[in-house]
């Protein structure tokens, strides 16, 4: 863990995601993350949010030592939820107005079937090591290769380091099918809702275990992006992950899927690219400004709005070209995810906590 917070803690939109679990290893001997619940904040105090999610016309929102925070009037106002665990939260997603998950350190996958008013854990580290750990022992048994030994090896030292790898994406495809993936590599699946998970580090051609941070799905095809310009496909339903060329050697902190089908993928300083046809060949995306990007979100008319560290915003469609156009002025704070209400309007999520901005008119007008 040490080495990620060294490693990333001057990257706002990987930061916010590990800040808080490399104080929970400073502070494991007198706390346990895993069995605290997330301590109740007053309005006014300030929060580290990091994602959002839509559950219907609700917006939940989660962040620091566990925190998610929900709002029934586009982002206007905001209450705290029960949560189970004080760990940072780094990523959630929702497939109807009620079921949703959220994924963060010490490998925790939390489950909601109350649009976010209640949380359950069904997932943390120690399982999802001792499943791996199985998964090669087995692929081991079968092979007797010394990829295998070499999996195995590594699941031993996930086992051996405890509870302290996060998860920083996940994709559910409905209410029982999902992929969770995260820090060295980790990842995980279920086809029941959570109720059990199994070992997808075998079947991601990620023999480095590099970081992986972004999931996009294209129907059958999905895509996984992490560090050092990791990207792989899926044309099996995510049964398994090839390597594709990718277009850059930094970390990919964002992949999303444009309404006409196009992926984009964006990261360190401003780097993004597009691909029209299915990752074969990738072009850059101008973008002038060499700021981080940290998320991006698909608006209601199937455009995609990314957002930088600095809060700069930038709009992909099919009527860009190769090219992401600037909108209106940065917003006056760092960003680490962002999402669009109900009624249209942008609410952000980073350090200075939850606000919400309107929609640039530029946007609105097409």
């Not at 916010?16 to 104080?23: E, I, K, N, Q, T």
């Not at 300030?46 to 925070?69: N, Q, W, Y």
């Not at 090591?129 to 699941?155: F, G, K, M, P, T």
């Not at 072009?283 to 199937?302: K, T, Y």
Request: glycine share 10%.
């Amino acid at each position: 863990m040490n080495r990620i917070c060294q490693r990333y803690s001057l990257l706002l939109a990987v930061a916010l995601s590990f800040s808080a679990g490399c104080a929970m290893a400073q502070s494991a001997a007198v706390g346990a993350p895993l069995d605290t619940p997330a301590m109740r904040v007053a309005p006014t105090q300030k929060k580290v949010l990091i994602d959002l999610a839509r559950a219907g016309a609700r917006i939940v929102a989660v962040g620091e030592r566990g925190i998610v925070m929900l709002s029934d009037d586009d982002g206007k106002s905001w209450r705290q939820a029960e949560v189970p665990v004080s760990v940072t939260l780094s990523a959630v997603q929702f497939v109807d107005d009620h079921r949703g998950w959220a994924v963060g350190h010490a490998g925790v996958v939390l489950a909601t079937t109350d649009a976010g008013e209640h949380w359950t854990v069904q997932l943390d580290g120690n399982r999802a090591a001792q499943i791996e750990l199985a998964a090669a022992r087995d692929e081991q048994a079968a092979a007797d290769a010394a990829a295998a030994e070499a999996r195995v090896a590594s699941a031993e030292r996930l086992v051996a380091d405890g509870a302290d790898k996060p998860f920083l994406a996940l994709n559910f495809v409905d209410a029982r099918r999902g992929l969770v993936v995260g820090a060295f590599g980790l990842a995980l699946q279920t086809v029941d809702g959570g109720a059990t998970w199994t070992s997808a580090m075998g079947h991601i051609d990620n023999p480095m275990n590099l970081h992986l941070y972004a999931i996009s799905q294209q129907g059958p095809r999905w895509f996984v992006a992490g560090e050092q310009g990791f990207l792989a496909r899926s044309d099996d339903d995510a049964a398994s992950f090839v390597q594709v060329q990718s277009p850059y050697e930094g970390s990919l902190f964002v992949a999303r899927s444009r309404a006409d089908g196009a992926l984009l993928v964006a990261g360190l300083k401003g780097n993004a690219f597009i691909s029209h046809d299915g990752g074969d060949t990738f072009q850059p995306l101008e973008v002038r400004l060499p700021i981080s990007f940290s998320d991006a979100a698909v608006l209601a008319s199937g455009q995609v709005l990314f957002v930088n560290q600095g809060g700069g915003l930038f709009l992909s469609d099919e009527h860009s070209g190769d090219t992401l156009r600037v909108l209106s002025k940065p917003l006056s704070l760092p960003v680490a995810g962002l999402i669009q209400a109900s009624d249209g309007s942008l609410v952000v999520a980073g350090f200075s906590g939850l606000t919400r901005v309107p929609l640039p008119a530029s946007v609105v007008s097409e």
